[in-house]
């Protein structure tokens, strides 16, 4: 009996080690298909959406008690301010006639660096945060105290352009009061009184009339508006609800538009402050930054012009738009100030070349350029000897972290000019004609030092990130190759054993009737 019954258990051990060799391919099918699931993933969120990247710029978000508050609150990159000054060397001359032109001469640099902190901060529900900006500038380099320049008298001439439009009793008046002051058309000034302020009888006197809006500065300066606490209250998107707007001003004192230009495009405020940036801006071919300008009351625009490096760090180079001062197409025609208000056609632009920033300066005739007159009309020179416009000096860009979007080089180069406009009544004008352009000063705006901790944070920010990406994006599709491939060969190897056992059991009955048999003559002698 125990021969017979250890003959007849043979077919049942096949069976049970057909299924111990089932159960491992099992595993193996699922591990290949979960590879496969899981890099086809990582293939479609690192190739084909921003959420890695969204993920990394979220620690930009600005709310409280992250990292990135204290940095917005004190900005740990100091911008330097490089100016330079027009100093006037031939007014003698031609106030006498014996010149036809003005000559300037270059002088500076003048160095201060910049110290931004944003006070009186408050975090709305809506994701945006109030806040306004204090600034102080310390001085770095050059002999503003010591050098002396000759310039135009810009509370003179911004005066002159006020009463240009009072009638002619009042224009008398002011000539009497000028008459009394012994005022001149230039007047030569320490640099550091020219920028940062000096007493001046005739801006005290003229003050109130210049501007609706109090002028924030008792002594006259051609930068005296940017030290201390500025009176706009910014509203900024923090990012935290809607990353694709971070950083994006939503409005300022309140407002979302100006009563400026009189026109809805123009009248918008939109733009970055140009420190930072969302991901709509800059990832991409032919991306365009978008910068609101609380100066010039409007958006300016620069274009990516290619790559460069910043600190050892690789960047998006972005370069001001070449039409962003030209008014012939139309499309600036808008920032024209109209000189009869709210009659469109009435608009009088300025030189291409130029900016009518008048508006946004306490009513001040005072234009904004490049430097030299860069990318300006030829018109512009006619004036004035001296003047000498390069691209590598004079040229704007911007150099911006591929990653996250924060500014890390470049150079932001601008120059002031004012308009000597003449009124009827007042003959204080020093030969200057109606209209002419004057240069005042220009100003370099670099970045020179980033602290240590900060550059590897940013160095950390692209080729960490760069790594981790590149990594994983290539892997998922490796990953994807050889999984594929290991489940397609586990499947046919499974085919074809299948395939094999179909053939097998199709064969069965006739291989299975001699040992059927021999069991039975087992069983019978066995029996007998």
Request: glycine fraction near 8%; proline fraction near 6%; include cysteine.
């Amino acid at each position: 009996m125990t021969q017979g019954l250890s003959v007849m258990e043979k077919p049942l051990s096949l069976s049970s080690t057909s299924r111990r060799h089932l159960h491992p391919r099992k595993i193996i099918i699922a591990s290949f298909f979960g590879v496969t699931v899981s890099s086809l993933l990582l293939f479609i969120i690192f190739w084909c959406t921003n959420l890695f990247q969204n993920t990394i710029l979220s620690s930009l978000v600005v709310k409280n008690g992250s990292p990135m508050l204290e940095w917005f609150i004190r900005p740990p990159i100091r911008a330097v301010y490089k100016i330079r000054i027009f100093n006037y060397t031939n007014v003698i001359d031609y106030q006498r006639g014996k010149a036809k032109k003005l000559k300037v001469q270059e002088t500076g640099p003048y160095i201060y660096r910049e110290t931004l902190t944003r006070v009186n901060y408050t975090f709305n529900s809506d994701g945006s945060i109030n806040f306004k900006e204090k600034r102080s500038y310390q001085w770095e380099g050059g002999s503003p105290d010591d050098e002396i320049v000759t310039v135009p008298n810009v509370p003179l001439l911004a005066s002159m352009a006020t009463m240009r439009d009072t009638p002619f009793f009042a224009q008398l008046a002011f000539t009497g009061l000028l008459s009394t002051l012994q005022s001149n058309t230039f007047l030569s000034l320490p640099v550091n009184g020219l920028l940062w302020g000096y007493d001046d009888k005739i801006f005290e006197f003229v003050k109130p009339f210049i501007s609706h809006n109090n002028i924030p500065f008792d002594k006259f300066g051609l930068l005296a508006f940017k030290n201390g606490i500025s009176p706009d209250v910014i509203t900024m998107n923090s990012g935290i609800n809607d990353l694709s707007e971070y950083s994006m001003i939503q409005s300022i004192n309140g407002k979302k538009h100006t009563k400026i230009w009189n026109d809805k495009k123009c009248d918008k405020i939109y733009g970055t402050q140009g420190y930072t940036f969302p991901l709509k801006m800059f990832q991409g071919p032919n991306k365009t930054l978008e910068v609101y300008s609380g100066e010039m009351c409007r958006t300016l625009y620069l274009r990516n012009v290619g790559t460069g490096s910043s600190f050892g760090i690789p960047s998006l180079t972005f370069k001001p738009v070449e039409d962003i001062f030209d008014y012939s197409s139309g499309n600036n025609r808008c920032y024209c100030p109209e000189s009869t208000p709210g009659v469109e056609s009435s608009r009088i632009c300025p030189p291409n070349g130029l900016f009518n920033s008048s508006a946004c300066l306490f009513n001040m005739p005072f234009l904004t350029s490049f430097p030299h007159f860069y990318s300006g009309d030829k018109i512009l020179q006619n004036n004035v000897d001296g003047l000498n416009p390069q691209a590598e000096l004079h040229e704007s860009h911007v150099e911006l972290h591929p990653r996250l979007g924060v500014l890390i080089g470049g150079a932001s180069r601008i120059q002031l000019n004012i308009e000597a406009r003449r009124a009827v009544g007042v003959p204080f004008h020093g030969g200057l004609d109606d209209g002419q352009i004057l240069p005042l000063l220009w100003i370099e705006l670099t970045i020179d030092d980033i602290s240590e901790p900060l550059l590897s944070s940013l160095k950390r920010g692209y080729y960490t990130v760069a790594a981790v990406e590149t990594g994983i994006q290539w892997g998922s599709i490796i990953a994807f190759i050889l999984s594929t491939c290991g489940l397609m060969h586990v499947w046919r190897k499974q085919k074809k054993e299948s395939a094999s056992r179909t053939i097998n059991l199709s064969n069965s009955p006739q291989d299975s009737a001699k040992p059927h048999d021999e069991s039975e003559l087992a069983s019978v002698k066995i029996s007998s």
